[in-house]
Nanobody
Framework: QVKLVESGGGSVQAGGSLRLSCGAP??????ISWYCQAPGKQRDLVAS???????NYADDVKGRLTISNDVTKNTLYLQMNRLKVEDTAVYYC??????????WGQGTQVTVSS
């Protein structure tokens, strides 16, 4: 059974940093991503990384958030710098591969205060 487990969320002040981690068998996915969901809003893509290392970011996080993975540690990361109040959300790890369902973690809360 494939499991994705996020960690690293917390509360920080605006301008601060966090690093999220997702324990996952990253090598089995064609791409693996971070999504965020604020209360009452839809779940949105934040950043993704393909098996070939190609990265993709939502426009409003470019230059502040960095996605990376470590296949040897089976871990996906999201380095979050210069955090804004509007980054407050639950962050989910997502893994996809062809002809299979999408896999989701349970989420980790990020709260940014002014």
């Amino acid at each position: 059974q494939v499991k994705l487990v996020e960690s690293g969320g917390g509360s920080v002040q605006a301008g601060g940093s966090l690093r999220l981690s997702c324990g996952a068998p990253v090598s089995i996915f064609s791409d693996i991503s971070w999504y965020c969901q604020a209360p009452g809003k839809q779940r949105d893509l934040v950043a993704s990384i393909s098996g070939g290392g190609r990265t993709n970011y939502a426009d409003d996080v470019k230059g502040r958030l960095t996605i990376s993975n470590d296949v040897t540690k089976n871990t996906l990361y999201l380095q979050m710098n210069r955090l804004k109040v509007e980054d407050t959300a639950v962050y989910y790890c997502n893994g996809r591969r062809p002809c299979d369902v999408a896999y989701w973690g349970q989420g980790t809360q990020v709260t940014v205060s002014s």
